[in-house]
């Protein structure tokens, strides 16, 4: 009984001591820049296809947290937890009537970033989103 114990220790201690990635390890793997074309949509119509964007990732040291340089959404701030980035839903402009949100998220492949980035604009006393525009891209670190 005794070697069947010590046989299946043995057997599952590989298993037990990985070691997961954190997410500032995440944060850093995936730190750089990205270069590629996006898709532009309004409301799900294309309107801008084969734009040009690059994108800045740089981790803060602060888990997963980075900050990104992109042109696009005015949110800065995203994180980063295995293979994928997070940017959470804010509110970014409040005009008493209306306020735009925005949020996105992305994943990572190899020395791929596919993104998808989202604006919408919403009425106060309509819980609906009556504007939405988004941003599709395939991005390669440079």
Known sequence: MK?????????????????????????????????????FYINDGLIDPNGSITIDIEPTGHGGEVVMNQGILSLDTGTISGNKLSI?????????????????????SGDSFYMEFHQDIKYVSDPYTTGAMKWKAALKKQ
């Open 3 to 39: 070697n069947s114990f010590a046989f299946l220790l043995i057997l599952l201690l590989p298993v037990i001591s990985c070691k997961k990635e954190s997410d500032l390890e995440a944060a850093q793997k995936h730190s750089g820049k990205y270069a590629g074309t996006y898709n």
């Open 88 to 108: 959470k839903q804010r509110k970014v402009s409040d005009q008493g009537i209306s306020y735009m949100l925005e949020y996105g998220n992305g994943n990572f």
